[in-house]
T-cell receptor, first 114, second 111 residues
Framework: DAGVIQSPRHEVTEMGQEVTLRCKPI?????LFWYRQTMMRGLELLIYFNNNVPIDDSGMPEDRFSAKMPNASFSTLKIQPSEPRDSAVYFC????????????FGPGTRLTVL | SQQGEEDPQALSIQEGENATMNCSYK?????LQWYRQNSGRGLVHLILIRSNEREKHSGRLRVTLDTSKKSSSLLITASRAADTASYFCATEGGSNYKLTFGKGTLLTVNP
């Protein structure tokens, strides 16, 4: 298996632009997680899905952030409009059967908002 | 918050030495996990210990859990330069059904 795939690996954009991050989870995994990692706040859970349904989005910072999972093999995290404080590494992870299960992380997308 | 806190924040040792990292948390948990992150990469799961377990081993890794002290430790024996990475503990339990990560310990193993 190729593992969790994220794209792009790096994104540089200007303030106000829309940013879309993409994730393909490991086939057969029922759970998908989006995290954000910064030096100041560490690794924060933004949202997670179970069988394509959003379960907990309490970590989504603002209405500027939205996430979708249209099918079992694809998810997007969108920021519109982006701000410099959104600069971070965004990780997607998937697990077979639950939050407590081993989570497999993708390589991350490093986002820089100028 | 049940977020774990790792201690120390940074640790530098020589190859062959043992490395011990600690994690403390605030509320009751169902399980605690340790992850490793190499620079510029995603996190990799190392080991999971449940609240009713006190010790687990996996290769050169040994994890202990003391629920009365709300703390866990990760011991890496006979360290190698390739063990250089950040190590995170993550807890799950209480009312929040999600994994909460600490800020991590940066381990540097010098050849």
């Amino acid at each position: 298996d190729a593992g969790v795939i994220q794209s792009p690996r790096h994104e540089v954009t200007e303030m106000g632009q829309e940013v879309t991050l993409r994730c393909k989870p490991i086939s057969g995994h029922d759970y998908l997680f989006w995290y954000r990692q910064t030096m100041m706040r560490g690794l924060e859970l933004l949202i997670y899905f179970n069988n394509n349904v959003p379960i907990d989005d309490s970590g989504m910072p603002e209405d500027r952030f939205s996430a979708k999972m249209p099918n079992a093999s694809f998810s997007t995290l969108k920021i519109q409009p982006s701000e410099p404080r959104d600069s971070a590494v965004y990780f997607c992870a998937s697990s077979l059967s639950g939050v407590s299960d081993t989570q497999y992380f993708g390589p991350g997308t490093r986002l820089t908002v100028l | 918050s049940q977020q774990g806190e790792e201690d120390p924040q940074a640790l530098s040792i020589q190859e062959g030495e043992n490395a011990t990292m600690n994690c403390s948390y605030k509320t009751s948990i169902n399980n605690l996990q340790w992850y490793r992150q190499n620079s510029g990469r995603g996190l990799v799961h190392l080991i999971l210990i449940r609240s009713n377990e006190r010790e687990k081993h996996s290769g050169r890794l040994r994890v202990t859990l003391d629920t009365s002290k709300k703390s866990s430790s990760l011991l890496i024996t006979a360290s190698r330069a390739a063990d250089t990475a950040s190590y995170f503990c993550a807890t799950e339990g209480g009312s929040n059904y999600k994994l909460t990560f600490g800020k991590g310990t940066l381990l540097t193993v010098n050849p």
